[in-house]
């Protein structure tokens, strides 16, 4: 098979191995679609896109913050694009990644600057936790719909 071809797994699984698959491709589906959010956001509105604003910053900050807010924009369609083969995807497993070490960044962040606003908060807690659950989810997907051998 050409690389990035896939075959549908879904169709001749059983029911409840078919249904884990599902529900997690629309977890993913729906979670990927906050920082695609966050970070459009962020890229119009600059520091003041931040939740809860932020002060003035020099032109250099506001320039470093939209243009790292790409990156961040870019993992909403990554997921999405890999949602077809998530039992497989490297792609996928890089975008839970960098989702992981972005919210290990901004730990390092608190750690230097202090606590950030309540919605940071909770961000930095879905990064951190989110990913390392999601991929032990897609690893049992994935052993349920491996032929035995």
Do not use: C
């Amino acid at each position: 098979m050409p690389p990035g071809h896939h075959v549908p797994m879904s169709s001749g699984l059983p029911e409840a191995p078919r249904r884990s698959r599902r529900r997690l491709q629309w977890t993913l589906g729906v979670l990927a679609a906050v920082p695609l959010a966050s970070a459009g956001r962020e890229i119009a509105l600059g520091p003041q896109g931040v939740p809860g604003g932020s002060p003035e910053v020099t032109p250099t900050v506001d320039s470093a913050l939209r243009y790292a807010n790409v990156f961040k924009l870019a993992l909403g369609p990554v997921i999405w694009s890999q949602l077809g083969r998530v039992e497989r995807s490297p792609g996928l497993t890089y975008a839970l990644s960098t989702l992981f070490l972005g919210g290990l960044a901004r730990v390092r962040s608190w750690e230097q600057r202090g606590r950030p606003h309540p919605v940071t908060v909770g961000a930095v807690v879905l990064e951190i936790a989110a990913p390392p659950l999601l991929l032990a989810w897609r690893r049992r997907v994935r052993r349920s719909v491996e032929p035995v051998i």
